[in-house]
């Protein structure tokens, strides 16, 4: 599968982004995805997953009731909703894919084979 993350952008303190993940290919619904980030000097880290039939979800404690992850197998299209957003919210936003997670929901870049590029979120205090 093939992902292309989309929607990053430079937004003010407190503002709202909404980042797309693309995938190519059929069967999207065995595909669990997450979100993982990236800024300059620091850990990749991960952001939020959803397991392939997108009943379970999985945060880091710091995005709890910031952000939400869906996913519309229908458009083979995962999101990242984005609120409240904080100046330490800055980095590179990637989307990964992992195959025959139906129920799972992982918060491990590991355990994800397929990746997208970046897409980079800025957000200026």
């Known amino acids: 599968v093939q992902l292309q993350a989309s929607g990053g952008g430079l937004v003010q303190a407190g503002g709202s982004l909404r980042l797309s993940c693309a995938a190519s290919g059929r069967a999207f619904s065995r595909y669990a995805m997450g979100w993982f980030r990236q800024a300059p000097g620091k850990e990749r880290e991960f952001v939020a997953a959803?397991?392939?039939?997108?009943?379970?979800?999985y945060y880091a404690d710091s995005m709890k009731g910031r952000f939400t992850i869906s996913k519309d197998n229908a458009k083979n299209t995962a999101y990242l909703q984005m609120n409240t957003l904080k100046p330490e919210d800055t980095a590179v936003y990637s989307c990964?894919?992992?195959?025959?997670?139906?129920?799972?929901?992982?918060?491990?870049?590991?355990?994800?084979?397929?990746w997208g590029q970046g897409t980079q979120v800025t957000v200026s205090s």
């Open positions: 990964a894919a992992r195959q025959g997670s139906y129920y799972y929901a992982s918060g491990f870049a590991h355990e994800y084979a397929y």
């Open positions: 959803i397991s392939g039939s997108g009943s379970n979800t």
